[in-house]
Each structure stands twice: as C-alpha cells, then as structure tokens.
C-alpha cells in the first residue's frame, strides 16, 4: 500500500496555532482526513468556503466588474495535450529533486539551499544546481532523519497525468491536469475576441485549478498540490508593455490593502533570474508566519504564449488592430495567486491574541465583508421561548439581507462570544428580556450589538440593525 503522509508544517508556533484553530473551527480540514491524510490537499469546511468565497468575490469585483476592459471565463480542468507541449511544461516544468539514501525522503533542493541563505531557484539548469548541491551538501540534513546522505539533484517534472481517454492504457499520450490555471485563458483567446470584440488593451480573468507534484509540499496552505489560482492576463500592444505593468503592480498591491492587509507584511520582489521569454517579474510576498515568501506573482510574459500556441495549434492567434488594420502579436502582462496562500495571508494578517475582561482570547479581525458570518445572533436564555421566537425573528430579516448569519445558543454568552471572536464575526446581537420591553417598555424592540474588535455594547433598536451594520 502507498504511504500517504502529512503535510508537513514548518515548526512556527503562530503557524500550528493557525492550523490547528482552522480545523476547531470549521475552516480548513486535511484532505482525506480520516484515512490519515492526503499530502498537499486540503478540503475547506463550513467557514472556510465562506471565507474563500467572499475572497474570490473581491478579486472577482476588483479584477472584472470595476473594470471598463475586462472579460471573466471559466475554462474546463482538461485540455488538449498539445497545450502542456506549447507551453513548454512537458519539458521544463519541474522543481530540482534529492532523495535520502538513509529514509528515502525527497528534498527540494533549491528550497533547502535557500534555507541555509545560498540563492537557488528552481529554474537553474541541473548541472549548475547539482554543483551548488555539492558544495553545500554537508550543511543541509535530511528533515525526517537528519542524515546528510543524498543522491545527485534530478529535475522532477511536476504536471501530474490522468489516463482521461486513455481505454487502451497505452499512457502514450497523457491528458494532464493544468499545472497552471492561466492556459485556459490563452486558449479561449480567439474566442474573446471573436465573440466579444474587445478593443486592445483588455483583459481576461478567471479562477481555476491547478495541480503540481510538488516534492515537499508544505506549510498547510502555502504550497499544496492542488490549488486554485485566481489570474488576470492583460493583452497589450507589442512594446507597450511598462507603463501597464507598473500600473497593474500597483492596483495589486492597492487590493491587499483594501481587503485589510496590513501594509507592514507586504513587501516587492523582483526576480533575478527571468525564464527567457520573460521581459520582467516581481513577487508580492507577505510575512507568513514563517517569514516573508511569495503570495502572488506578476509576470511580462512578452508574446510567448500565443506565440507559442499559434505554433502548434496553426491557428493565426494575432489581434488586428480596427482602426489600422494591423496584425500582431499582443504582449501578455500576468497576475497569478494561489487562493490557498492568499487564505492563509488573511488569516495570518487577523489572528490576534489579546485579553478581554480578564480573559485571554483568540480573535480574527477579519474585515466584515470577508468574515464567514456578518453578524451572529442569540437569545440571552435558550429556555425562554418568547427570547428564541424573538430571536428567530431577527436571524430571518438579518439573513434576508447579509446572508450567512449564524444563530448562537450554544452555551453561555461567554463562551457565545470567545467562540464568534475565533471565526471573526464582526457583531454579536443579544435578544434579552428589555428585547421584550417587560421591565422598560422604553427599550422594546431593541438588541445589544456587541463589537468584536472593542467588546463594547450598544442597545440598537431592531428597526435600525441592518443600517447599523452597514455603516
Ligand atoms: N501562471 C503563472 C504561475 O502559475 P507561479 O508563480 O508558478 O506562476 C502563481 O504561481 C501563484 O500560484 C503563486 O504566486 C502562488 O500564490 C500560487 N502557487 C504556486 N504554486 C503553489 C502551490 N504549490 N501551492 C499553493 N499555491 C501555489
């Protein structure tokens, strides 16, 4: 039988207390849970889907509806052979390998030659990184048994293959599931222009999945094997290229700060070593708990990839120009995220510990349009039906407006409010007897609002809740 392992999670104390508050409260499970655990995938549970989803909202809104030129798809998970071979994938997509000759465990190496502060990176050729490999071999041990006895570095190549079509098993000409989620919008290139007539420059969106064999995936969400990329790819005119790339990298840093990343763990990247095609690239990297790593990449791939898919489809892929009647090649100005790590960036960014009234409390500041609950609401006691009926009446007019509202009548107010801050409900409403006017008719039909972040109260009359909420 195959072994199948966890993923393994860096020691980083913040870290494992993320992971493990992930899984206590319904965000994120390990794929396959109970069977051990499937290594680098992840299933998101109740208040993770909702958070993801208000995340792929956002970027959606930011990257399709706010803008005047572009397009969102959605392209299917399989493609044509042909497009792994164009892309240049089947041949040069691959992470630089070392196994242990003590336990068999895989390293990557260009990530262990950077953890001892040597720059490496995946796109070294295998002689050049076999020769780093040596000259460091001493320093870097083997993470499961710490031996230092590894075999030559070979260059793995991480699409993974399916036998989609494949009756005969004859595996000659594999279906591969995207190693990136980007080639769908290439593909469908034509389409938008033929169908959509967009004037240059403009873009295309979409949120897809990927998957890579990766060697060592690691850091929960941070590099999985199954993923979800959320990409825009922006066509311009040949050479016209720096003024839009500077300002794309500009509105990408605007949007984490606007869904409430705190500018102090953002920082730029520029790499040093560009793939051939590529005109220039740069990294959003946030300080993970781990430290500074890549979120999200921003890439001017020049003309390289329709180029590249007019070569091999034979189907002219240039754009005319309406008013010239000029024919080229656009240029390609990329975005790319993992929705996985832009996760656990907003996770990490509102995890805070802090004390409330004595007690010590775990809370996400979440912004209240990315929260997975906008608002919760309780009745004081849950044995007193006229506070429940009450009670109900209020989750049903909130739910009409916001949605994902959760009803709370687990256990004391509390432990009602330690366990809404852990998810990061912005507001807790309380229905109490005064909810019912009995002892002051002056407050009937008015809830305590109580505030995540401050943890002060205010009555609010129930007529005024979604407004209060709103503001
Ligand atoms: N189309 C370009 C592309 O795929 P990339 O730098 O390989 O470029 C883009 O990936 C983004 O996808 C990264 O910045 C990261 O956010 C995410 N990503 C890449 N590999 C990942 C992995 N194994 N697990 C989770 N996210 C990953």
Request: glycine share 4%; with cysteine; proline share 4%.
């Given at each position: 039988m195959r072994t199948i392992k966890f993923n393994m999670i860096e020691k980083n104390d913040t870290m494992e207390k993320i992971v493990s508050l992930c899984k206590r409260r319904g965000f994120v499970f390990q794929g396959s849970d109970i069977y051990g655990g499937l290594a680098g995938v992840f299933d998101y549970g109740p208040m993770g889907v909702e958070l993801l989803n208000n995340l792929k909202r956002f970027w959606w809104k930011a990257n399709v509806y706010d803008k005047t030129n572009s397009y969102g798809i959605d392209s299917g998970i399989f493609k044509h052979p042909m497009v792994w071979e164009a892309s240049g994938h089947t041949t040069g997509f691959s992470d630089p390998l070392a196994e242990c000759r003590e336990c068999n465990t895989r390293i990557r190496v260009d990530k262990e030659l950077e953890r001892i502060g040597v720059a490496a990176d995946e796109k070294m050729s295998e002689a050049d990184i076999n020769a780093l490999f040596d000259e460091h071999r001493n320093d870097i041990s083997c993470p499961k048994c710490g031996k230092k006895n590894f075999t030559s570095v070979r260059a793995f190549n991480l699409l993974v293959k399916s036998n989609l079509g494949d009756f005969a098993s004859e595996g000659t000409e594999p279906v591969y599931l995207p190693g990136e989620a980007c080639q769908g919008i290439y593909l469908n290139f034509k389409n938008i222009v033929d169908t959509m007539s967009p004037k240059l420059p403009f873009g295309i969106a979409q949120i897809g999945k990927a998957f890579r064999n990766e060697i060592?995936?690691?850091?929960?969400?941070?590099?999985?094997?199954?993923?979800?990329?959320?990409?825009?790819?922006?066509?311009?005119?040949?050479?016209?290229?720096?003024?839009?790339?500077?300002?794309?990298?500009?509105?990408?840093?605007?949007?984490?700060?606007?869904?409430?990343?705190?500018?102090?763990?953002?920082?730029?990247?520029?790499?040093?070593?560009?793939?051939?095609?590529?005109a220039d690239a740069w990294d959003i990297e946030y300080q993970f708990p781990g430290g500074f790593d890549e979120l999200e990449g921003i890439h001017d791939r020049t003309d390289y990839d329709l180029t590249q898919h007019m070569k091999f489809s034979g189907v002219d892929l240039r754009y005319t120009d309406p008013e010239t009647g000029e024919k080229y090649i656009p240029w390609i100005l990329e975005t790319s995220v993992g929705l996985g790590r832009m996760f656990l960036a907003v996770l990490a960014d509102a995890y805070h510990e802090d004390?409330?009234?004595?007690?010590?409390?775990?809370?996400?500041?979440?912004?209240?349009?990315?929260?997975?609950?906008?608002?919760?609401?309780?009745?004081?006691?849950?044995?007193?039906?006229?506070?429940?009926?009450?009670?109900?009446?209020?989750?049903?007019?909130?739910?009409?407006?916001?949605?994902?509202?959760?009803?709370?009548?687990?256990?004391?107010?509390?432990?009602?409010?330690?366990?809404?801050?852990?998810?990061?409900?912005?507001?807790?409403?309380?229905?109490?007897?005064?909810?019912?006017?009995?002892?002051?008719?002056?407050?009937?039909?008015?809830?305590?609002?109580?505030?995540?972040?401050?943890?002060?109260?205010?009555?609010?009359?129930?007529?005024?809740?979604?407004?209060?909420?709103?503001?």
């Open positions: 060592s995936p690691r850091n929960f969400l941070f590099r999985t094997r199954e993923m979800e990329q959320a990409d825009t790819q922006f066509f311009v005119k040949p050479n016209e290229n720096k003024e839009a790339f500077e300002r794309i990298k500009q509105e990408r840093w605007d949007w984490y700060l606007s869904i409430g990343i705190r500018e102090e763990n953002l920082r730029w990247k520029q790499h040093d070593n560009l793939v051939f095609y590529a004390e409330m009234g004595g007690e010590k409390r775990t809370v996400l500041r979440l912004s209240p349009e990315l929260a997975p609950y906008r608002v919760a609401v309780s009745p004081l006691l849950k044995n007193k039906p006229q506070l429940v009926e009450k009670a109900h009446e209020v989750f049903s007019m909130l739910k009409k407006e916001f949605g994902n509202v959760a009803f709370d009548d687990n256990g004391n107010i509390g432990k009602r409010y330690r366990r809404q801050d852990e998810i990061g409900t912005p507001h807790c409403i309380v229905i109490d007897f005064d909810t019912l006017g009995e002892e002051s008719p002056e407050l009937k039909d008015t809830v305590t609002v109580r505030d995540r972040d401050t943890g002060t109260q205010e009555r609010v009359a129930i007529a005024e809740l979604v407004a209060y909420l709103n503001h």
